[in-house]
């Protein structure tokens, strides 16, 4: 349940996207994209001075409570300003991790220090053999002494190599339940393969061997599996959100280009052919919105439907955002080809976001049509 | 920033409407009265997309009027429930839903509010009361053989004679006029000025002398449509609605009213339970194609699309309530709602073809006692998806649609 009313929303959107047009452009992002991090460090400390990064976080951590609901209005600015900060790494990730499998103590440790922009987290779940599937977790966990010792791979690990503290998912044996455990950065055994996505978003491949986590931060919920299914679904409509954003913005510079580009003595966007073209990219920006955000209300609500509708934003966006990515570069011509321009960068951007937390495909599998619900109205 | 610029903000309003509790009590109270009181005979014809006779669907209609629900959406002062955009947008999801038969629209929907907007008050006793209660049925005399999309090039004269109008002309995909009373009509009482200057919308009496109604048949072998001819015909001045020469206002009034309900989901939820009603008997090696994953990862394709068609009407009907007419936005609903139906009717197409697509159009026929050769839905599934071509046709192209957005939307 969120907070923050449609009216805190709305003005919430327009302060963000207002601060983003100020503070943000793409000269900037190309600079801090190519930096080691992938990010600069003092966007993050203005992101919480400007109250962003509690936007989510419980009213008693210090947040404000909004949910899913305000992750996506934030997520959907990111996306239109392409930023490159750990926004959904430590956000929807980490800091949803700890609020939805931590006890309260471990809330205290650690989500206070998220809204002040002290930590940067990463979930460190997906391991390789896995691909999209949430239980295919073999990285194991064994008592010792004071604690634990995880031992195996995690693949994929969304800004792993800056994040002060990694929630690493490990099983108890085999058939053991899967519980999430905070580990530090740098900590003895924790060894990183880093690397970039189709965007510039950087990612780590991890290797544990025997890494210490003290008994007081494996995050104390017994059975982690129904917390990492809800991350994902969360995760999952962030990324929509955040394509959403870059969709919108894609076609707000694609119109700009066709009313003053000209050629044959008119500006292309006097052509037909261009003008249905963006429509249609129009048409299906929209739809993926609406879905997006129909899907962030169903999160937050607990709607009986909303992991249904989760995946209908996932397939829906994904589709957009390949059509919408790529007419974008079409209709620039030639500097739709141009790496300066950000065209490229939207295109990037959303195949990026269309594969992370279960493609297309993997989505469609959710509509499981021989125990549907929607056909009791068939003839028989 | 141009108008395209979409706010998430915005969608998560249409979900927080669809959500409503006072909306669920309302959509769950029509789906009852459904349940209860819609003839299994008439739903089984629209369920098998079988031609329904007039009476089925006069029928029909008493029966909601009987309830108030004919008309909800018009003013309590005229018979109406002061439905909101909303509510009645649902009220149509669920009555299609549940098969019931389509609802007239040309009297209820388009001219009845034209009438109460813009009429006289006589005009308002003589025409309302019986239009709700099917008593006069209704046709819609826009399109001629020369003004299709270009609507305002009707040449259909109309001319001034003592207290008459005598009217010649054509008009053409005039829907149900065979069973009409009345035609509302688009009618040139001038040719000076600009082309959309010189229209007035009249009512005329379909059985007056000098009119010819002859049938056109569709591609789907059905009789919905057809050509209108007007000889001569006296039309008394008090037919003539509102201001001569100001129709063109009156029939934009009309469409606008119209565009938000064009995302017919009930009628797109029917067709895709239809569907895998389908799959489910229709094997492939000994297996219901439900099973077979490349249909399962096409009804997901269509599932989605239709959810996102849900969340689009509620995100547009929630800025409705809001006070803030959506304008030209709302071609978007009619753009992706008919194209969404169209391709669920081809699906069925596709999935017929298992069976060898024999098209038994004499079955659909009222009282047709024959045998089928393949599954009972197969005639209707056929007819449905031919019939259904007309949706991207009528009521502004899909083109046209997409010309409207490019200029009044994108700024193009």
Same mark, same amino acid.
């Given at each position: ?212 986590? $003290? ?82 209300? #169903?999160?937050?609500?607990? !709607? ?77 | ?56 669907? %006069? ?29 009645? !947008? ?17 009297? %209820?929907?388009? %001219? ?115 050509? %209108? ?63 077979? #994953?490349? !249909? ?29 007419? $959506? ?86």
């Amino acid at each position: 349940m969120s907070a923050l009313t449609i009216d805190d929303l709305r003005t919430l959107s327009t302060s963000i996207n207002r601060f983003i047009a100020e503070q943000h452009n793409f000269e900037k992002r190309r600079q801090t994209v190519a930096n080691d991090t992938g990010f600069d460090v003092a966007d993050w400390q203005r992101y919480a001075d400007m109250g962003w990064l509690g936007l989510a976080i419980p009213e008693p951590m210090g947040g404000l409570g909004g949910g899913m609901a305000a992750l996506a209005v934030l997520m959907q600015a990111a996306g239109a300003g392409l930023l490159t900060s750990p926004l959904l790494a430590t956000l929807v990730l980490g800091a949803g991790a700890i609020e939805l499998a931590g006890d309260s103590t471990q809330q205290e440790t650690f989500l206070p220090a998220v809204v002040a922009g002290e930590i940067t987290l990463a979930l460190a779940h997906r391991e390789a053999a896995a691909g999209h599937d949430l239980d295919g977790t073999r990285c194991l966990a064994k008592k010792s002494t004071d604690g634990y010792r995880l031992s195996g791979k995690k693949n994929l690990v969304l800004h792993g190599a800056t994040a002060s503290h990694l929630v690493v998912s490990a099983r108890y044996g085999e058939r053991g339940p899967v519980n999430l455990f905070m580990v530090d950065a740098g900590a003895p055994g924790l060894g990183l393969n880093t690397y970039r996505l189709l965007d510039g978003r950087p990612a780590a491949d991890l290797v544990l061997d025997n890494v210490f986590v $003290p008994e007081h931060n494996r995050l104390a919920t017994e059975d982690a599996s129904a917390a990492i299914d809800q991350l994902h679904q969360r995760a999952a409509t962030a990324s929509c959100a955040e394509a959403c954003g870059a969709m919108s913005a894609l076609i707000d510079i694609t119109l700009e280009y066709v009313k003053t580009r000209r050629q044959f003595g008119t500006a292309i966007g006097h052509f037909q052919v261009i003008q249905h073209r963006l429509v249609e990219m129009s048409i299906a920006s929209q739809e993926a919105t609406a879905i997006t955000g129909t899907a962030a209300i #169903a999160l937050d609500n607990a !709607w009986p439907d909303s992991r249904r509708l989760v995946a209908a934003a996932k397939v829906r966006t994904s589709q957009a955002g390949r059509f919408i990515g790529e007419q974008g570069v079409q209709l620039h011509g030639g500097m739709g080809m141009a790496e300066e321009l950000p065209v490229g960068t939207y295109l990037k951007l959303l195949l990026t976001n269309s594969s992370l937390f279960g493609d297309a495909d993997w989505h469609r599998e959710v509509f499981d049509y021989q125990n549907s619900t929607i056909n009791e109205e068939k003839v028989a | 920033m141009s108008h395209n610029s979409q706010n998430i903000v915005e969608a998560m309003a249409g979900a927080k409407l669809s959500a409503d509790p006072a909306l669920q009590a309302f959509r769950n109270e029509v789906r009852q009265f459904c349940r209860a009181n819609l003839p299994q005979d008439i739903r089984r014809k629209v369920i098998l997309n079988q031609h329904l006779d007039k009476q089925d669907y %006069v029928r029909w209609q008493k029966i909601l009027a009987a309830k108030g629900w004919m008309a909800g959406h018009w003013p309590e002062q005229y018979g109406g429930c002061n439905w909101s955009r909303v509510q009645r !947008w649902v009220f149509e999801w669920e009555i299609y839903r549940a098969g019931a038969p389509w609802l007239m629209p040309f009297g %209820v929907t388009y %001219v009845c509010p034209v009438i109460y907007t813009f009429g006289s008050e006589a005009q308002r006793k003589k025409y309302l009361t019986p239009t709700l209660n099917t008593d006069i049925w209704w046709a819609q005399g826009y399109s001629e053989p020369d003004a299709g999309s270009d609507l305002a090039k009707v040449k259909t004269r109309a001319v001034r004679a003592g207290d008459h109008y005598i009217v010649n002309g054509q008009k053409t995909w005039t829907t149900m006029a065979h069973w009409a009373d009345m035609m509302f009509a688009l009618v040139r009482t001038s040719t000076e000025n600009k082309p959309q200057q010189g229209i007035s919308f009249l009512l005329i009496d379909l059985h007056s002398p000098g009119i010819t109604v002859r049938p056109i048949e569709t591609i789907d072998g059905g009789h919905h449509v057809n050509e %209108v001819f007007l000889e001569n015909v006296q039309v008394p001045v008090e037919n003539l609605v509102g201001d001569e020469g100001a129709g063109w206002t009156y029939a934009k009034f009309l469409l606008g009213n119209e565009r938000l309900l064009a995302a017919d989901v009930g009628k797109a939820i029917r067709l895709f339970s239809q569907l895998q009603g389908l799959l489910e008997v229709t094997h492939k090696r000994g297996k219901p194609l439900l099973a077979d #994953a490349v !249909w399962q990862s096409r009804l997901a394709d269509l599932e989605v699309r239709i959810l996102s068609l849900q969340a689009l009407g509620f995100e547009l009907m929630a800025q409705a309530e809001s006070g803030s007419e $959506p304008g030209p936005e709302a071609s978007v609903l009619k753009i992706v709602g008919t194209e969404l139906m169209q391709d669920i009717a081809a699906h069925s197409i596709e999935l017929l073809a298992h069976h060898g697509l024999a098209f038994q159009a004499e079955a659909l026929a009222p009282g047709w006692d024959g045998e089928l050769t393949g599954p009972s839905f197969a005639p209707g599934a056929i007819s449905e998806y031919l019939h259904g071509r007309a949706s991207t046709i009528y009521g502004g192209s899909s083109e046209i649609q997409r010309n409207i957005l490019a200029k009044a939307v994108l700024e193009l």
